[in-house]
């Protein structure tokens, strides 16, 4: 089945010229040309994927991505924006975007954001690939729409929260997502490109400490006086979810 693309943007020729593209490259895309008409067919249609102007009349891309947030809907949410001071992308980033594409924009880049938010919601694949090695026997998570329960931790996905037994762990954005995507794949060894890739839609190369960054944010909130280690690492190849 083609992946669903759900675009909102209120100029016509780069709608058309948007959609148009997007189908070539194989997506089903319904295009709308206001906020109003992307929430409508949001929660009607539950796409893929959004792709959302931030300027529109109206319900503007922003307020789309507060009111679905708020509804605990946890789609993918890309922003086509003309506005490039730090500060609009940030307010993007808290209304609940996942990733921005500044216009005038090369649509090659708007494939390959849109590829890498939709491997987010992607389980690695463990069968002969690169990304990773085979879980152990027994170990594998419990994942539903909802959920993830992996390890002795339970993710509420469309809530954002987690909880180690009883008790509950206060993440960033990045850190959850750092967090689901070890979850989903517990017992699994990530390596480093597959979690640049998934995380942050590409690798920052072999001297970047972004990765190992997060993981230390995570360990020191995850770990417990007597538990075991729930993050380890795998020495020169990434990391993996397991208790030990």
Not at 25 to 33: K, L, N, S
Not at 68 to 86: C, F, K, N, S, Y
Not at 202 to 214: E, I, M, Q, R, T
Request: glycine share 10%; hydrophobic share 40%.
């Amino acid at each position: 089945m083609p992946q669903t693309v759900l675009l909102a943007e209120d100029d016509r020729a780069i709608r058309h010229a948007l959609e148009r593209a997007l189908s070539l490259e194989g997506y089903e895309v319904t295009a709308v040309a206001d906020g109003v008409e992307a929430l409508a067919h949001a929660h009607r249609d539950q796409p893929d994927v959004l792709l959302l102007d931030v300027m529109m009349p109206g319900i503007d891309g922003l307020q789309v991505c507060r009111v679905l947030r708020a509804e605990g809907d946890r789609t993918p949410i890309l922003m086509l924006t003309a506005l490039v001071e730090t500060a609009d992308r940030i307010a993007g980033l808290d209304a609940g975007a996942d990733d921005y594409v500044v216009k005038p924009f090369d649509v090659e880049e708007v494939f390959a954001r849109l590829r890498a938010l939709l491997r987010r919601t992607t389980p690695v694949t463990t069968g002969g690939g690169s990304g990773g090695t085979a879980p152990d026997p027994g170990r594998e998570p419990l994942i539903s729409d909802r959920q993830v329960e992996a390890a002795g931790l339970r993710m509420d996905l469309q809530a954002r929260r987690v909880w180690r037994g009883g008790r509950e762990l206060e993440l960033t954005r990045t850190e959850f997502e750092l967090l689901e995507l070890l979850a989903r794949n517990a017992g699994i060894v990530l390596d480093h490109s597959t979690i640049y890739d998934r995380i942050w839609g590409y690798d920052f190369g072999p001297g970047s400490k972004n990765l190992a960054v997060y993981v230390g944010y995570l360990r020191r909130k995850l770990d417990e006086p007597g538990a075991p280690q729930l993050i380890h690492t795998v020495r020169g190849v990434g990391y993996v979810l397991r208790e030990d």
